[in-house]
């Protein structure tokens, strides 16, 4: 189940099962998404990205909706394994001026806990 | 070489020293990032470099200085900093600023300011 904790979100999943991840956006002329997963004490981890120009795009074990419409993202983990808990974070990109940088916008987070 | 690599590690620095985070990566990537994460927070954005340059400084306080001295090295020098900077230190980089590319990110520097 899903719950909310003191700092981050916690999705809690039965190893083998999918897991669903989502992540609500607040920049309508956001033009680019990605998806990182973060383990303790490490940097974030690209997983999956996407264009605002598609709705859905798969990795492998992974899959990315897009429904720009109600400013929604959600990544789908196919299978989950013991490896997959991290927090994952889903991040916007803010189009700036051609060439100044991407400027990156990271949602809230989820924790992952994958039960054994 | 797909890396970006963060030195040190870690760091413990008084309110009076003068420190520096280095990054540096070989991907040949022409846009460089610092972002400051918060325990159980997101990355916060504080600077893009893009082609060596400047691009965005989000309001940054200035007692964070950035230096891009080439296309493959980027620096954060700190002074005179507070408890409340006490933060993990991210480090990113992407091909540029202008196609859909994802930001490569180093594994941090975990900053303590006693």
């Known amino acids: 189940g899903e719950s909310v904790g003191l700092h981050l979100p916690t999705l809690s999943v039965q190893e083998g099962d999918n897991s669903i991840i989502n992540c609500a956006y607040s920049n309508s002329a956001s033009d680019y998404f990605i998806w990182y997963k973060q383990e303790s004490g490490k940097g974030p981890q690209f997983i999956i990205d996407i264009r605002s120009n598609m709705d859905k795009r798969q990795g492998q074990r992974v899959t990315v909706l897009l429904n720009k419409t109600v400013k929604h993202l959600s990544l789908q983990i196919a299978a989950t394994q013991p490896g997959d808990s991290a927090v994952y974070f889903c991040?916007?990109?803010?189009?700036?001026?051609?060439?100044?940088?991407?400027?990156?916008?990271f949602g809230g987070g989820t924790r992952v806990l994958v039960k054994p | 070489d797909t890396e970006v690599t963060q030195t040190p590690k870690h760091l413990v620095m008084g309110m009076t020293n003068k420190k520096s985070l280095k990054c540096e990566q070989h991907m040949g990537h022409r846009a460089m990032y610092w972002y400051k994460q918060k325990a159980k927070k997101p990355p916060e954005l504080m600077f893009v470099y893009s082609y060596e340059k400047l691009s965005i400084n989000e309001s940054v306080p200035s007692r964070f200085s950035p230096e891009c001295p080439n296309s493959s090295l980027l620096n954060l020098h700190l002074h005179a900093l507070q408890p409340e900077d006490s933060a993990l230190y991210l480090c990113?980089?992407?091909?540029?600023?202008?196609?859909?590319?994802?930001?490569?990110f180093g594994q941090g520097t975990r900053l303590t300011v006693v």
């Open positions: 991040a916007e990109r803010e189009w700036a001026i051609k060439a100044a940088g991407n400027k990156l916008t």
């Open positions: 990113a980089s992407s091909q540029d600023g202008s196609g859909n590319t994802e930001a490569f």
